[in-house]
C-alpha cells in the first residue's frame, strides 16, 4: 500500500483497511485493554515514547521573571527603564518603592510559594496567552505535571467526542494514554478517564486547544452533568508556534512544523476532517480497520506536541 494512499484516495485507505482488519477486534491490536470508571468501561491504549523535554532550569526562569517589572501594574517599558535606571532591577527592589511595594509584595508570594496557577494568572493580566514568560514559568515545577492532550470528535460541536489522548513525562519519557469511546454510550467514562488524569498542579499542553479541545471538553462534561474544574494553566502551542516560526514556514499547522521542524512524515494518516467518516463506518461495521488511523493520529499529535514544546523551549532566551 502506497504511503500516500490517504493524499490520494482516504476512501480506497478505508476499504484497504476495512479488508486488513476484517477479522479483528480491537483487543487484537497492540497496547489496548478495556477499564472500568465511574461512569462504566471504555478502551484504553497505553503506549511509550522515548523523548525527554528539554526545559530551563529554575534559577534561570526565576532571574526572568523578578527581573521584568512590567508584571506589576502600572510599569510600561518606559517606566520600567527609568526604574532600572535609578536602582530598581528586580521584583525584590520595587519592595522599597513607595508607589509600587504592596503590588510587587503581593507577586513575589506567588513566585516564591510556587503557585503555579496564581503565577499564571499574573502573568496573563499583563501578557498574551503567547507570550514567552508563560514557557519560563511552565518550566518553573519541571516537567511531570504537563499534561499534552489531543482530542478527535464527530465534528465541531454538540456531538460526541470519541477519543482523548494524553501524554505525561516520566524520567524514561513519555507515557500515552488514550481513552476510545467503542459506542456512543461510553463517551461518558472516557471523560472520567481523562479526570483521572488531573490534580491541583496541572498545565494543559496543546495545539488550538484553548478555543476547541477544552471548550469542547467542557461542553461534554455539561452534556452527561461531570462537575470538574478544569481552570488549569495553559499552553496553546498554536499561537507560541505562530509567535517563533510563522515568517519561516508555510504555516504553522502541526504536521507542517512536524515535517519543518522535526522531519517526521507520516504514512497512512487520516486527515482530521474525516475523522468522523472513517468512525462511523466503524460503528456501522463493527471493522476496526478504520480506527486504526484515527488512534495513531491522535498519538503521534501528542508526541509531536512535546516535540514542539521541548524545541521552543530550546529557543528561549535566557
Partial sequence: MSSRLHEENPQKLKTKLMDDYQDKKLDDLKNGKEIETCFGACYQF???EKLQIGILKEKMVLNKILTDLKLIKGIGESKEEKLKKTGFETLDDLTSHPSFRKEATDLLEIVYNGD???????????????????????CIPGTHNLLFMDI???????????LIGIAETTEKGLIINQYLIRNLKEENAVLDAFISHLDDDSVFVTFNGRSFDLPFIRSRMQFHGIKTKLGKPHLDLLHFSRRQWKSQLPNCRLQTLERHLFGVERDDDVPS??????YMSYLKTGNIGPLVPIIEHNKEDVITLARILSCLNQNLDV
Fill in 46 to 48: 497505553r503506549t511509550r
Fill in 116 to 138: 503555579l496557577s496564581l503565577l499564571a494568572s499574573a502573568v496573563s493580566s499583563r501578557y498574551s496567552p503567547s507570550h514567552p514568560l508563560q514557557l519560563y514559568i511552565s
Fill in 152 to 162: 478527535e470528535t464527530l465534528g465541531l460541536k454538540n456531538v460526541p467526542l470519541i
Fill in 273 to 278: 476532517s474525516l475523522v468522523p467518516d472513517f
